[in-house]
Every structure is written in C-alpha cells, then in structure tokens.
C-alpha cells in the first residue's frame, strides 16, 4: 500500500459517520434550497451507525438502518432520499475531504421499489361538478381549481405566484422558483387568464391569498360536497398533463410546461384515456 492510500485510509479510520454527516451540514447542506435536508442528516447523525468510522460502515449496516426506518412508517419515496442523502455524504467525503479510498456501501444497498403513479383522473361528469361546487364553496378554491386545471403548476407553485412575474402580453408566467431548482415560464391559456382577470389584486402582491396546505384542505371539503371520491388536488397535475397529450402537445413541449426533468418523471405524471386517443387514429 502506498503512503498517500494509508494517509487516506487513516483519514476514514479516525472520522465517524456522525462526524462527517456534522461537517456536511455545515458545508454542504447549508448551500441548498432543500433545506428539508438537514432533519435527514439529523436522523442519520442520531443513530448508533453514526458513532462508527467510515471505513467500517458496510451495505449490512445501512441496509439495516433502513429497514428501521421503514417500520417506523416512512414511505418508499422517503427511504429513497434518505438513502440518496448518506451516499452524497460518502462521495463528498472521498472525493473532497481525504478519504479517497473509502467505499460507498449505499451503492450495495437495494432500493426501495417506488408505487406506481396515481392514475386518477377526472371521468363522467366529475370535472363540470368539480368546477360548479368550487365556485359555489367560496373564497379562491373556485378560480385556484380551474387554474390548476389549466397550467398544472404544482400546488407549491400556485401559492407562490406574484403578479410581478406575470407578462400578460406574452401570456406567459415566471415561476422564478420551483421544486427542481430551475426557474420556469409558463404559457397561459385564454381560460388561465380568464381566471386572473377575475381576481383582485393584493397589497402584498402575491395572486393568491391560500397556503399549501389551506387550498388541499378546501379542495377536499369540494370534493365532499361534489361528492368526488379519491380526488386530491395534487391529481389535477395529473389531469392537466394528461389533456396536454391529448391536445398533440410533444413530451418536450409538456415538459417545458410542467417542469418534469425526464421523460420518465413525466410518464408517471400521466394517464392518457384510449378512448380519447380512438379519434387521433383514423
């Protein structure tokens, strides 16, 4: 062995887990927008595996502290991040920080397998009731509905929508800030600038007046009085993707639209009825 592997095998023989998980967040997770991150490195950093080297972390070792996490009731989505978070932590320790012979043991580590996509959408006369009992429940569930419909922004992006980004001559909306860290402009229907015609403008300059977590549990009481069974707001991204499709729009159009990164990403995202593709035929 030469002397600058030993230098670096000594490095990962005297640094714990718990030590470099501390030194990630510091450098490396503060500089994120995720910040959703460091409750991840905090689980990580208080379980036993954290007071180990890193040399002596092994797939078995994280194989095990996942499958804890799971029992406690994490979902596959969320073993899946914890799981992509310590194997960055690893890279970032070999590369960067003089452990460059340490092994990775994530990449040992069987993933969990992911559900398949949602595939709910609106069907019968669900999306002219819908519509009807949104606008007659009050406040801004009513237009918010509609919008979704037709610019399947994601909920987050909705709440977060300022009337500064909007070009009304363009017909395009600025999204300066979204879930994949790319800022996003998205072209509006005649229907999605109806609905803001009909909206007031607010002194602080946001569109809308609801948070996240306020428009899902409206849409939900909607959905009880519409009596609309397995609806979630977040389904009307699905709806929306999914009659881009059906109008002739190509992956990459809807892409640049939606702001899915692959077409992978967005395959799961959508559900094309084969009736309504029976026309497209011939």
């Known amino acids: 062995m030469s002397r600058g592997a030993f230098v670096f095998r000594a490095e990962a023989e005297s640094t714990t887990l718990g030590e470099v998980l501390e030194r990630y967040a510091r450098e490396v997770t503060t500089g994120k927008k995720a910040k959703g991150e460091i409750s991840i490195i905090r689980w990580w950093a208080g379980i036993a595996l954290a007071?180990?080297?890193?040399v002596s972390i092994r797939g078995k070792d994280v194989a095990d502290a996942i499958t804890i996490k799971e029992a406690s009731g994490s979902s596959p989505k969320a073993l899946l991040i914890y799981?992509?978070?310590l194997c960055h932590v690893f890279n970032i320790a070999a590369r960067e920080w003089g452990m460059e012979s340490l092994r990775n043991p994530v990449v040992l580590v069987r993933k969990p397998k992911l559900p398949s996509g949602r595939d709910r959408r609106l069907v019968d006369d669900e999306y002219p009731r819908l519509l009807a009992t949104a606008a007659t429940y009050g406040g801004e569930i009513g237009p918010l509905t509609t919008w979704a419909i037709e610019t399947a922004m994601r909920r987050?992006?909705?709440?977060?929508m300022r009337w500064e980004h909007l070009d009304r001559k363009a017909r395009v909306l600025l999204l300066p800030e979204t879930k994949n860290g790319a800022p996003r402009r998205?072209?509006?229907s005649t229907a999605a600038l109806a609905v803001l015609g009909g909206l007031p403008r607010r002194i602080d300059g946001r569109v809308w007046g609801m948070r996240p977590d306020s428009i899902s549990q409206a849409f939900e009481r909607v959905c009880v009085v519409a009596k609309i069974e397995g609806l979630t707001f977040h389904d009307l991204r699905h709806e929306a993707t999914s009659r881009l499709f059906e109008k002739g729009l190509n992956p990459m159009q809807i892409a640049a639209i939606t702001g899915h990164k692959t077409?992978?990403?967005?395959k799961r995202y959508t559900h094309l009825r084969a009736e309504d593709l029976v026309g497209r035929l011939g």
Request: without cysteine; charged residues 15%.
């Open 51 to 54: 007071k180990r080297p890193m």
């Open 83 to 85: 799981l992509a978070t």
């Open 156 to 160: 987050g992006e909705i709440a977060a």
């Open 186 to 188: 998205v072209p509006l």
């Open 263 to 266: 077409l992978q990403m967005l």
